[in-house]
């Protein structure tokens, strides 16, 4: 099965595409497309991938599914078009950067700049039908973003996880921490955000971590 996604991802991943679950969730996110209004663009599904290849590969940050309002998912987790209006959970990310590491709150919530500096933002759902959160949970994305971080964990050495809330962290147990740095803490929503989100400094302690390695820190 062909799929459009960046190169040295396609390889690694390869024998995903042609297991009987994958080619079950092709064909119904094809038909999800063909009848009903879904997010992000479908050019957009894997463009975690697409601005992060594997080579470039430092911090990796888990989300549950895209964004389910118009114009919001750009195939980022957390992240928003340029000109959208952000969300809380994302405001609540930048107002934790601010605390941090001092550095204004950006105007724009589109985090592809932090995508071509190695950040995978990888949603455990990658695609999800409009005005409805959680509806293409389920489908086959879960084992394929299961096998993404196993195959990080495994191909790669030193990255860093930031795994904030109870469903990132459960699918961090794929990832061996014995040779990554895996951070954990609440899910910046407003229901959780005031009690561990705020405060873990996890963005000072991924650029500490990365300096230690001989990598460039991230610009946040």
């Not at 992060?52 to 750009?74: E, M, R, S, T």
């Not at 949603?123 to 196993?150: C, I, M, Y």
């Amino acid at each position: 099965m062909s799929i459009k996604i960046e190169e040295s991802w396609k390889v690694r991943l390869a024998s995903e595409f042609q297991k009987d679950y994958f080619k079950e969730l092709t064909d119904f996110v094809k038909k999800e497309y063909a009848l009903k209004q879904v997010y992000p663009p479908g050019s957009l599904i894997f463009s975690a991938f697409d601005h992060c290849p594997f080579d470039q590969l430092k911090v990796v940050i888990v989300g549950q599914d895209p964004y389910h309002g118009p114009g919001q998912a750009n195939g980022l987790c957390f992240s928003v078009a340029d000109g959208i209006r952000q969300p809380p959970s994302l405001q609540n990310i930048f107002k934790e950067i601010q605390t941090d590491l001092g550095q204004p709150i950006p105007e724009s919530g589109n985090l592809e700049r932090w995508a071509k500096q190695g950040v995978l933002l990888l949603n455990a759902t990658l695609t999800v039908e409009a005005r409805k959160p959680g509806s293409h949970q389920g489908k086959g994305w879960e084992p394929f973003t299961d096998a993404v971080l196993e195959t990080i964990s495994r191909e790669k050495e030193g990255i860093v996880f930031l795994l904030w809330g109870a469903y990132a962290q459960k699918k961090g147990a794929l990832v061996d921490s014995n040779k990554h740095l895996v951070l954990k803490a609440r899910h910046p929503s407003p229901f959780s955000a005031h009690n561990g989100f705020f405060g873990c400094n996890h963005f000072s302690k991924t650029n500490q971590y990365l300096s230690s390695k001989g990598l460039t820190p991230i610009k946040w």
